[in-house]
């Protein structure tokens, strides 16, 4: 301590005051500390000066002994310092939160047996999301579409929930209070109620094109993506409820195997890297046929199409007019041809001569996993480019489902002889119509057999047409491709139409860990953005997964969520020996496991800045460093 002398004028005459200053250190280096006022000491010699500010110090720090009994200045100027000191402090307290003048808790005395800690939330997985989230800049892009703060940090912790721990509206509130999403956020979600959450959707609507749009160009920019092909495939998703209000809800081809439920198909386009670049809802009757012509028009409008590009689709879409209409818009395509068109081509695939094997890749995941074995032979014809393409495995899958479905149908057909025969099915029409549903049950291999039921006799029965049954299994493990491009051998081809997996990859990640299916929305607006948010997550997924690939680390998002969740935050709780309590609220220190996440990813391991709360008698006060 040091007393230093301050002057002031005023109105032409000047006035002398004697500070008490304490030197503190501190972040930002030394800072001198006023402790109290002195007023004038003019009547002591400036030599006593610093025996006075020593005198103070020493009293202080618990060394009364050294003052002498009458030195009654110092014992006035000691209360005085006190006296400001616990005046400054209630002071302070009655301010909180404030981000200066709590007690520095770098030095305190601690109870160690009433150590606790509290209020432990998970931090890891939703730390990795909302990193990914601002690389991608998700935050900008929303804030173009005009939507304030709150309904950005909104949106992020929906899009987080479907990443990581995917449940309805009403659920979410108490999910994200219980996720440090609050504290990397940095805001407060303690009365959010789910009506919030249903309003942000709705808010969300009007702009989901324009935000895909947008997102899409930052993807391409970030990882370095190629727009010359881009894949085309489509899925449903069904409800529950009746959704009544929602026009597209119907009943049609259930890829789920739920046909009692209503539901809406969604088409998704991805690229090369299984990047979303667009989706579309679509009426839940919609054949994949006729979704085509919309979807290209989708694509124009949101990323554009170039000409030259490659649109690469399944056999649901192998149709003339959907070819016409794809070379119509001056873009290439490649696709699987359908079932029937195999037959026309079982002679070149009898014929050994052409084929050459693909070298199949070993997984890094297993090094040692037997891969199947693919021939593939290049063959024009009228113009097109035709890939003949024979899988072992893929033979051995055919052989089992026909003769799975093959066991069932014979048992089916027994099953009807038998009521026919003990005169339970006696009307012509019934049993006709029995037979019709046998045949929709097994179209796979009932188209082999011949049913026949004489009315007059009243007997069924039926045979096997050997030939075509024999021509059939001859194609077992077999499929074409068709392509308009010329330019492409036939393992080309097949590489880049085998990349179709990853829209359906997209679909089943959407599916089970981001929980699309079944939506509960009635609103026909709340359902497309309850998918567009699905989207959103599917966005982050991929981009975390594609992080990783690039190092080659193939790890799913899935094992990614499921270290991470273990390194959390948490509140320490700190009594000291005065009876006073310092909260200190901060994420603990990432397991090895969580570093090398951290590292791979490219993420910072630091979650938040600690926030320090001090509990007092009557007061709280609270900052962070």
């Not at 400036?46 to 006075?52: G, Y």
């Not at 386009?269 to 989708?298: I, Y």
């Not at 567009?532 to 997550?537: D, M, N, R």
């Amino acid at each position: 301590m040091y007393v230093r002398k301050s002057t002031r004028r005023y109105h032409g005459k000047t006035y002398t005051n004697y500070l008490l200053v304490q030197s503190i250190h501190t972040p930002k280096g030394p800072r001198q500390k006023v402790l109290c006022s002195l007023g004038d000491l003019s009547p002591r010699p400036p030599a006593d000066w610093l025996k006075l500010a020593h005198k103070v110090e020493c009293s202080l720090a618990g060394q009364p002994h050294l003052f002498a009994d009458d030195d009654h200045e110092v014992s006035d100027i000691l209360r005085m310092v006190r006296e400001s000191r616990d005046e400054g402090q209630k002071r302070r307290s009655r301010r909180a939160p404030a981000t200066q003048g709590t007690p520095d808790a770098r030095l305190v005395a601690v109870d160690p047996d009433r150590i606790d800690t509290e209020e432990h939330r998970a931090a890891g997985h939703v730390h990795v999301g909302h990193e990914f989230w601002r690389k991608l800049d998700l935050d900008g892009v929303l804030a173009q579409q005009g939507l304030s703060e709150r309904a950005r940090q909104l949106t992020c912790a929906m899009v987080m929930n479907r990443l990581v721990h995917p449940g309805s509206e009403h659920a979410m509130p108490d999910w994200i209070r219980k996720t440090a999403l609050s504290e990397i956020l940095g805001v407060s979600f303690e009365g959010l109620a789910e009506d919030a959450l249903y309003r942000n959707l709705d808010r969300l609507y009007p702009g989901r094109a324009s935000i895909e749009a947008e997102l899409v160009k930052k993807e391409e920019t970030l990882f370095n993506l190629d727009r010359t092909v881009f894949f085309y495939d489509l899925t449903s998703t069904y409800f529950e409820g009746l959704a009544l209000a929602n026009p597209r809800a119907k009943r049609g081809y259930s890829r789920d195997k739920r046909p009692d439920c209503k539901q809406v198909v969604v088409g998704l386009v991805v690229n090369r890297d299984g990047f979303p670049m667009a989706h579309e809802v679509f009426d839940g009757n919609t054949q994949d046929r006729e979704s085509l012509s919309e979807m290209l028009d989708v694509m124009n409008q949101r990323v554009g199409l170039a000409e030259g590009q490659t649109v690469v689709v399944d056999r649901g879409m192998a149709y003339q007019s959907n070819l016409e209409e794809i070379r119509a818009r001056k873009l290439h395509y490649l696709v699987a041809a359908r079932q029937p068109e195999r037959g026309d081509w079982l002679a070149e695939f009898e014929d050994e001569e052409g084929f050459e094997p693909v070298v199949r890749i070993p997984s890094p995941r297993n090094p040692f996993q037997t891969k199947s074995t693919i021939r593939v032979k290049r063959v024009s014809r009228n113009g097109e480019t035709y890939v003949l393409c024979q899988s072992e495995e893929r033979t051995q899958k055919d052989l089992a489902i026909r003769t799975k479905q093959e066991q069932r149908l014979l048992q089916d057909l027994a099953k009807l002889q038998r009521r026919i025969r003990e005169g339970r099915l006696v009307k012509e029409a019934a049993v006709g119509t029995a037979m019709g549903r046998l045949k929709e049950r097994y179209p796979g291999v009932a188209r082999y057999y011949r049913m026949v039921y004489e009315a007059a006799t009243k007997s069924f029965s039926w045979h096997r047409d050997d030939e075509k049954y024999a021509a059939a299994a001859k194609l077992d493990g077999a499929y074409l491709l068709r392509t308009d491009r010329d330019d492409l051998s036939a393992e080309e081809a097949w590489r880049i139409y085998i990349l179709l997996t990853r829209a359906e990859a997209a679909f089943r990640a959407m599916k089970s860990p981001l929980a699309e299916r079944p939506i509960f929305h009635q609103l026909a607006r709340r359902v497309e953005t309850h998918i567009f948010l699905c989207v959103l997550a599917y966005h982050l997924l991929v981009a975390i997964e594609k992080t990783l690939l690039d190092k080659g680390v193939h790890t799913s998002w899935a094992t990614i969520r499921e270290i991470l969740k273990s390194h959390q935050v948490c509140t320490i709780v700190l009594p000291t020996s005065d009876g006073n309590v310092l909260r200190i609220r901060k994420a603990g220190t990432p397991e090895p496991s969580h570093a090398e996440l951290y590292d791979l990813l490219d993420v910072p391991p630091h979650i938040m800045r600690p926030i320090k709360t001090w509990t007092f008698a009557e007061h709280t006060a609270e900052h962070s460093d």
